[in-house]
């Protein structure tokens, strides 16, 4: 069955070094594979996906790379700050619809 | 654009009752999806809206049941409550097409 997975349940870091959460996924059917941050008290807040025929994909301060041979995708954050402590989720799902598929989650945090 | 709204954020039940969610997409957003999340078993989805239609539903027994009104707006409702439906309740909207999905804050419903 469709499963998305994380390898670490926490990530500590220092403050202004970069983050890498890694994510394993089962379902090569899917589409789109995309990183959610959830804050506390607050819903997940979309960061960053990437279509499943890219390796690669860029935003602010985020980098999500995509390996298909191994069904691994990880967002990379850099010069972490402390505003990005929080649990990460990654997801994916399919092109037609929009049921998303979350991973258990990594908690980040953030040292001073 | 004001984001997703959902109401009431904190609600308190006794087993056997029902309940009713609400949640208010972003405005032009066609798509809302509904997710459950706890700490043992994460985030897993209930069910999609799409122009007042169901169009995905997770594996959740009966008692978990959505609609969609003209305005975009959704309903969740759980009938025959359980201890085990304790949860945060999460709405997510979209486009419909391709893109991402922007969650609310939540419902924390707590059965007693």
């Known amino acids: 069955g469709e499963s998305v997975g994380l390898h670490l349940p926490t990530l500590s870091v220092q403050e202004g070094d970069n983050s890498i959460i890694n994510c394993a996924y089962s379902?090569?059917?899917?589409?789109?594979f995309i990183w959610y941050k959830q804050e506390s008290g607050k819903g997940p807040q979309f960061i960053i996906d990437i279509r499943s025929n890219m390796d690669k994909r860029q935003g602010q301060r985020v980098t999500v790379l995509l390996n298909k041979t191994v069904k691994h995708l990880s967002l990379q954050i850099a010069a972490t700050q402390p505003g990005d402590s929080a649990v990460y989720f990654c997801?994916?799902?399919?092109?037609?619809?929009?049921?998303?598929?979350f991973g258990g989650g990594t908690r980040v945090l953030v040292k001073p | 654009k004001a984001g997703v709204t959902q109401t009431p954020r904190y609600l308190i039940k006794t087993r056997g009752q029902q309940v009713t969610l609400s949640c208010s997409p972003i405005s032009g957003h066609r798509s809302v999806s509904w997710y459950q999340q706890t700490p043992g078993q994460g985030l897993q989805f209930l069910f999609e809206y799409f122009s007042e239609t169901q169009r995905n539903k997770g594996n959740f027994p009966g008692r978990f049941s959505g609609r969609q009104f003209s305005n975009s707006r959704s309903e969740m409702n759980v009938s025959t409550l359980e201890l085990g439906d304790s949860a945060l309740y999460l709405c997510?909207?979209?486009?419909?097409?391709?893109?991402?999905?922007?969650f609310g804050p939540g419902t924390r419903l707590t059965v007693t």
């Open positions: 997801a994916e799902r399919k092109a037609a619809g929009n049921k998303l598929t």
């Open positions: 379902n090569s059917a899917s589409d789109y």
């Open positions: 997510a909207s979209s486009t419909g097409q391709s893109g991402g999905q922007y």
